[in-house]
């Protein structure tokens, strides 16, 4: 299949990933985590989040999400998102259904959440009759490719906390969005005060697997079990567990979101070529969300696939990816010329 503009994990997994799963396919090792492989792992998580930091590996980042919030939450609870929150849109109410809790969507104009839009949430909620406000989800990168600001998870997380409530991020493309603001996860995530990451892998390049990180190491006391419950407990856990060494040691984490954010960019700048095309959110990580008159873009689609985003609004997206070159977008661009 041609290489397309559909999604990040459209993409193969990077020769770095696939060479550590090679290499880990030797000889016998512990299951379900007791290896060496997930030892070293999580010691570079710590390396990235703090000593403190503990944290699990999952194979995708739907239930990184279900299980983070379903571990702090109870029947009664409600976890507050964007209305565009992967959690609330593209997890089929897992979440819900897993959790018997409830999820408050907030309307944003760019997938970003403030604390002035929670706030009418939390200073009306009359329980009993009401679900109790426990957690904000928010997304980094966005799923409207927008950055959240350090300022800006710092004020979340203080709010959060003011109120009584964990801040969690879906970090499904935390890299792509460390790499934008030119800084490092523990000053993104750590330092905010951020309680609980999805932590994602599988867009950023490996083949399979997320993980959760605790912040605070005692909201995770009971993840192991309901992780197992949740039935993602790998038992060939190395397998996960040698890809996050792969991407963390030689931060080929950030080689791989430089060159989508930077091939976003570069989309973006030609693109501008074509005076019909305008942008309905900024270009902030590896993903350009654009109106297309419908005729255009369906030849556009035909040369390189991309999804439609909103189509009452011919508003669609293109994603980047660690592999995706200046010359596949030239050879796109030539095409649609
Ligand atoms: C923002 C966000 N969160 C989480 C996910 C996790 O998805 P999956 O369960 O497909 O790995 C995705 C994937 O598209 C995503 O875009």
């Known amino acids: ?26 000889n016998y090792a512990a299951a379900y985590g007791d290896d060496d492989y997930t030892k070293v792992a999580n010691q570079e998580f710590k390396k990235l989040f703090g000593s403190q930091a503990e944290t699990f590996f999952v194979y995708n980042g739907t239930a990184a999400n279900i299980l983070a919030l379903n571990t702090v939450s109870s029947s009664f609870n409600a976890v507050i998102c964007s209305e565009h929150a992967h959690i609330n849109m593209d997890e089929c109410g897992g979440f819900e259904n897993i959790s018997g809790a409830k999820l408050l969507d907030i309307p944003t104009d760019n997938g970003k959440l ?29 799923e409207l490719g927008t950055i959240y600001t350090i300022d800006e ?18 970090g499904a493309r935390i890299a792509n ?3 934008a603001l030119n800084t ?37 006391k009971h993840f192991e079990l309901y992780r197992k419950q949740g039935m993602q407990l790998h038992s060939k856990m190395r397998f996960i567990a040698t890809q996050f060494i792969a991407l963390l040691k030689n931060e080929v984490w ?38 297309i008159p419908k005729r255009l873009a369906v030849k556009m689609q035909n040369a390189h696939f991309f999804y439609p985003w909103n189509e009452s609004k011919n508003e669609y997206r293109l994603m980047c990816s660690w592999d995706t070159s200046k010359e596949e977008i030239d050879a796109f661009m030539h095409t649609l010329k």
């Open 114 to 142: 403030k604390p002035t839009d929670i706030f009418p949430y939390i200073e009306f909620n009359r329980a009993p009759h009401q679900s109790v406000p426990k957690v904000i989800t928010i997304t980094q990168a966005s």
């Open 254 to 291: 950030r080689k791989n979101a430089q060159q989508a954010n930077e091939m976003a960019q570069y989309l973006a700048l030609r693109l501008q070529e074509i005076p019909e095309i305008t942008f309905s959110q900024k270009v902030e990580s590896n993903g350009i969300w654009a109106i």
């Open 153 to 170: 998870i710092k004020e979340l997380a203080d709010f959060a906390h003011k109120h009584n409530l964990l801040l969690h991020v879906d």
């Open 177 to 179: 969005a460390v790499v």
């Open 184 to 220: 490092d996860f523990k000053s993104m995530i750590t330092n905010t005060g951020v309680d609980m990451l999805s932590f994602g892998g599988t867009k950023n390049g490996m083949m399979f697997g997320e993980a959760v990180v605790f912040l605070k190491p005692e909201l995770a």
């Open 1 to 26: 299949m041609n290489k397309s503009f559909a999604s990040d994990n459209w993409a193969a997994a990077c020769p770095e990933v696939m060479e550590a799963i090679v290499k880990a396919n030797n």
